[in-house]
Antibody, heavy 122, light 108 residues
Framework: EVQLVESGGGLIQPGGSLRLSCAAS????????MSWVRQAPGKGLEWVSV???????YYAASVKGRFTISRDNSKNTLYLQMNSLRAEDTAVYYC????????????????WGQGTLVTVSS | DIQMTQSPSTLSASVGDRVTITCRAS??????LAWYQQKPGKAPSLLIY???SLESGVPSRFSGSGSGTEFTLTISSLQPDDFATYYC??????????FGQGTKLEIK
């Protein structure tokens, strides 16, 4: 069974750093396309970053230069290092995967974690 | 960047109604479009991929259509469990995904 479990969220002051983790089971993180998606309180979904199986990474303009996506193959875990945090980064952060990238779904995200809340406030 | 525009933002309907949500892309995305359902406090759930393919386990009252820049999600006969927020998402661009702003489906 596929599972994605996020951790690492919490309250952080503006300008601070936080690292989110997403422990995966039931599939191999390094073989799939993995993303972070966030949702500010009462707002819609915003894609944040993606890492492809070959290691290529992309970021939303709102986080580029401040956030870094990475993975640890030995731990089958995805990470999001968030630096220079701002109040507008306050959101639930979801780990999400496109696990059928070589099949008919292509890069479509088909699995989601339960999310972890990041609150940036003084 | 590809922009996705959903309409309406809010939709009021009754159980048994047929409803349609529209999503427009700022440029052609072929059929690389997904629809998600999200309930309060929960992660989104995939309904439709590749514009019109039904995800496994999703009821057949959900259907999607369109290609290029115009897409629709139709629920043929609303059930109580369907009242939620719906998002479209493009995955044509290799450099990232884009979501629509969402459509909240409310009980009339």
């Amino acid at each position: 069974e596929v599972q994605l479990v996020e951790s690492g969220g919490g309250l952080i002051q503006p300008g601070g750093s936080l690292r989110l983790s997403c422990a995966a089971s039931g599939f191999t993180v390094s073989s799939n396309y993995m993303s972070w998606v966030r949702q500010a309180p009462g707002k819609g979904l915003e894609w944040v970053s993606v890492i492809y199986s070959i290691g290529t990474t992309y970021y939303a303009a709102s986080v580029k230069g401040r956030f870094t996506i990475s993975r640890d193959n030995s731990k089958n875990t995805l990470y999001l290092q968030m630096n220079s945090l701002r109040a507008e980064d306050t959101a639930v952060y979801y780990c999400a995967g496109a696990l059928d990238s070589s099949g008919p779904k292509g890069r479509c995200i088909d699995y989601w974690g339960q999310g972890t809340l990041v609150t940036v406030s003084s | 960047d590809i922009q996705m525009t959903q309409s309406p933002s809010t939709l009021s309907a009754s159980v048994g109604d047929r409803v349609t949500i529209t999503c427009r892309a700022s440029q052609s995305i072929s059929n690389w479009l997904a629809w998600y359902q999200q309930k309060p406090g929960k992660a989104p759930s995939l309904l439709i991929y590749k514009a019109s393919s039904l995800e496994s386990g999703v009821p057949s009252r959900f259907s999607g259509s369109g290609s290029g820049t115009e897409f629709t999600l139709t629920i043929s006969s609303l059930q109580p469990d369907d009242f939620a927020t719906y998002y479209c998402q493009q995955y044509n661009s290799y450099s990232g995904y884009t979501f629509g702003q969402g459509t909240k489906l409310e009980i009339k």
